[in-house]
Protein backbone atom coordinates (compact mmCIF):
# COMPACT_ATOMS: atom_id res chain seq x y z
CA UNK A 1 0.00 0.00 0.00
CA UNK A 2 1.33 3.88 -0.84
CA UNK A 3 0.98 6.59 1.05
CA UNK A 4 1.38 10.09 0.02
CA UNK A 5 3.00 13.30 2.01
CA UNK A 6 4.35 16.49 1.31
CA UNK A 7 7.74 16.42 -0.04
CA UNK A 8 10.00 18.03 2.12
CA UNK A 9 13.73 19.57 0.38
CA UNK A 10 15.07 15.82 1.71
CA UNK A 11 13.22 14.21 -0.90
CA UNK A 12 13.90 15.99 -4.12
CA UNK A 13 16.64 14.22 -5.50
CA UNK A 14 15.30 11.03 -5.46
CA UNK A 15 12.51 13.12 -7.30
CA UNK A 16 14.68 14.20 -9.69
CA UNK A 17 15.58 10.56 -10.11
CA UNK A 18 12.34 9.72 -10.29
CA UNK A 19 11.79 12.54 -13.41
CA UNK A 20 14.81 11.49 -14.89
CA UNK A 21 13.83 7.56 -15.06
CA UNK A 22 10.06 8.21 -16.29
CA UNK A 23 9.72 11.38 -18.46
CA UNK A 24 11.21 12.68 -21.38
CA UNK A 25 11.00 16.38 -19.81
CA UNK A 26 13.71 16.81 -17.30
CA UNK A 27 14.21 19.43 -14.89
CA UNK A 28 17.10 20.81 -12.44
CA UNK A 29 17.72 20.17 -9.14
CA UNK A 30 17.50 24.08 -8.56
CA UNK A 31 13.85 24.07 -10.41
CA UNK A 32 13.14 21.38 -8.46
CA UNK A 33 14.22 22.96 -5.17
CA UNK A 34 12.50 26.20 -6.42
CA UNK A 35 8.90 24.50 -6.37
CA UNK A 36 9.07 23.23 -2.87
CA UNK A 37 10.03 26.43 -1.46
CA UNK A 38 7.66 28.84 -3.56
CA UNK A 39 4.91 26.68 -3.27
CA UNK A 40 5.53 24.15 -0.83
CA UNK A 41 2.00 22.79 -0.52
CA UNK A 42 1.83 21.90 -4.21
CA UNK A 43 4.57 19.11 -4.01
CA UNK A 44 3.52 15.67 -3.13
CA UNK A 45 5.20 12.51 -3.34
CA UNK A 46 3.69 8.82 -2.94
CA UNK A 47 5.87 6.23 -0.91
CA UNK A 48 6.02 2.76 0.00
CA UNK A 49 7.69 1.17 2.86
CA UNK A 50 9.53 -2.06 2.18
CA UNK A 51 12.18 -3.46 5.10
CA UNK A 52 11.80 -0.48 6.96
CA UNK A 53 12.69 1.22 4.02
CA UNK A 54 10.94 4.37 2.24
CA UNK A 55 10.72 4.83 -1.14
CA UNK A 56 9.06 7.20 -3.67
CA UNK A 57 7.37 5.36 -6.43
CA UNK A 58 5.45 8.72 -7.28
CA UNK A 59 5.33 13.14 -6.95
CA UNK A 60 3.34 15.69 -8.10
CA UNK A 61 4.73 19.31 -8.80
CA UNK A 62 2.10 22.03 -8.66
CA UNK A 63 2.77 25.62 -8.53
CA UNK A 64 0.61 28.79 -8.66
CA UNK A 65 0.60 31.18 -11.89
CA UNK A 66 1.06 34.48 -9.46
CA UNK A 67 3.76 35.51 -11.90
CA UNK A 68 2.83 34.81 -15.12
CA UNK A 69 1.76 37.56 -17.70
CA UNK A 70 0.03 35.47 -19.86
CA UNK A 71 -3.26 35.69 -17.98
CA UNK A 72 -5.45 38.34 -18.02
CA UNK A 73 -5.71 41.19 -15.59
CA UNK A 74 -8.38 40.40 -12.86
CA UNK A 75 -7.96 36.42 -13.32
CA UNK A 76 -9.26 34.36 -10.93
CA UNK A 77 -6.16 32.59 -9.01
CA UNK A 78 -4.61 29.66 -11.03
CA UNK A 79 -2.77 26.64 -10.05
CA UNK A 80 -0.35 25.06 -13.01
CA UNK A 81 0.25 21.03 -12.10
CA UNK A 82 4.31 21.35 -13.96
CA UNK A 83 5.44 17.69 -13.46
CA UNK A 84 3.60 14.26 -12.36
CA UNK A 85 5.30 11.00 -12.74
CA UNK A 86 4.67 6.97 -10.86
CA UNK A 87 7.57 4.68 -11.34
CA UNK A 88 6.34 2.53 -14.14
CA UNK A 89 6.26 -1.11 -11.85
CA UNK A 90 4.15 1.51 -9.47
CA UNK A 91 1.16 2.63 -12.20
CA UNK A 92 -2.44 1.13 -12.05
CA UNK A 93 -2.16 1.12 -8.29
CA UNK A 94 -4.40 4.97 -8.15
CA UNK A 95 -1.34 6.97 -7.16
CA UNK A 96 -1.33 9.50 -9.86
CA UNK A 97 -4.91 9.93 -9.23
CA UNK A 98 -4.23 10.22 -5.31
CA UNK A 99 -1.38 12.46 -5.75
CA UNK A 100 -3.44 15.21 -7.95
CA UNK A 101 -6.69 15.03 -6.26
CA UNK A 102 -3.98 16.14 -2.67
CA UNK A 103 -2.34 18.61 -4.78
CA UNK A 104 -5.49 20.40 -6.40
CA UNK A 105 -7.22 19.98 -2.93
CA UNK A 106 -4.02 21.73 -1.28
CA UNK A 107 -3.97 24.62 -3.64
CA UNK A 108 -7.29 25.36 -3.42
CA UNK A 109 -7.06 25.29 0.61
CA UNK A 110 -3.30 26.93 1.08
CA UNK A 111 -3.30 29.52 -1.86
CA UNK A 112 -7.38 29.65 -3.27
CA UNK A 113 -7.00 28.34 -6.69
CA UNK A 114 -10.15 28.74 -8.75
CA UNK A 115 -8.60 26.76 -12.11
CA UNK A 116 -5.75 24.75 -12.91
CA UNK A 117 -3.89 23.99 -16.03
CA UNK A 118 -1.83 21.29 -17.79
CA UNK A 119 0.36 20.52 -20.91
CA UNK A 120 0.20 16.97 -22.07
CA UNK A 121 1.85 15.28 -24.71
CA UNK A 122 -0.47 14.56 -28.18
CA UNK A 123 1.16 11.06 -27.73
CA UNK A 124 0.18 10.50 -24.16
CA UNK A 125 -3.09 8.87 -24.65
CA UNK A 126 -3.15 7.17 -21.31
CA UNK A 127 -1.97 10.61 -19.75
CA UNK A 128 -5.25 12.37 -21.55
CA UNK A 129 -7.54 9.45 -20.69
CA UNK A 130 -6.91 10.15 -16.85
CA UNK A 131 -7.06 13.89 -17.42
CA UNK A 132 -10.12 14.33 -19.62
CA UNK A 133 -12.07 11.68 -18.36
CA UNK A 134 -11.06 10.68 -15.23
CA UNK A 135 -10.42 14.48 -13.66
CA UNK A 136 -12.45 16.42 -15.72
CA UNK A 137 -10.11 18.55 -17.76
CA UNK A 138 -10.75 20.30 -20.76
CA UNK A 139 -8.62 20.68 -23.44
CA UNK A 140 -8.36 24.96 -24.30
CA UNK A 141 -5.79 24.20 -27.77
CA UNK A 142 -3.10 22.74 -29.09
CA UNK A 143 0.51 24.55 -28.14
CA UNK A 144 2.58 23.51 -31.74
CA UNK A 145 6.01 22.67 -30.70
CA UNK A 146 5.67 22.93 -27.07
CA UNK A 147 8.34 20.02 -25.96
CA UNK A 148 12.11 20.59 -26.86
CA UNK A 149 11.27 17.78 -28.85
CA UNK A 150 9.07 19.58 -31.31
CA UNK A 151 6.17 17.52 -30.44
CA UNK A 152 2.61 19.53 -29.74
CA UNK A 153 0.82 19.44 -26.22
CA UNK A 154 -2.90 19.79 -25.32
CA UNK A 155 -3.21 22.52 -23.21
CA UNK A 156 -5.73 21.85 -20.35
CA UNK A 157 -7.78 23.21 -17.76
CA UNK A 158 -9.81 22.29 -14.94
CA UNK A 159 -12.23 24.86 -12.76
CA UNK A 160 -11.25 24.11 -9.60
CA UNK A 161 -14.19 23.91 -6.47
CA UNK A 162 -13.84 21.82 -3.53
CA UNK A 163 -17.03 19.72 -4.46
CA UNK A 164 -15.38 19.24 -7.87
CA UNK A 165 -12.10 18.08 -5.63
CA UNK A 166 -13.87 15.91 -3.46
CA UNK A 167 -15.44 14.10 -6.04
CA UNK A 168 -11.81 13.01 -7.94
CA UNK A 169 -12.41 9.27 -7.22
CA UNK A 170 -9.59 7.75 -5.74
CA UNK A 171 -9.35 4.27 -6.88
CA UNK A 172 -9.41 5.56 -10.95
CA UNK A 173 -7.17 3.64 -12.83
CA UNK A 174 -3.64 4.91 -12.85
CA UNK A 175 -2.25 5.42 -16.39
CA UNK A 176 1.02 7.63 -15.62
Do not use: C
Amino acid sequence: MFSIRQATTRDFQEIQQANLANLPENYSLKYLLYHAISWPQGSYVATMTSGGQERIVGYVLTKMEDDNQELPPNSPPSAHITSVSVNRTYRKLGIAGALLKQSLRSMRESYGAELVSLHVRESNKAALHLYKNTLGFEVLEVSAGYYADNEDAYSMKKVLDDSLIDNIPDDQDDLL
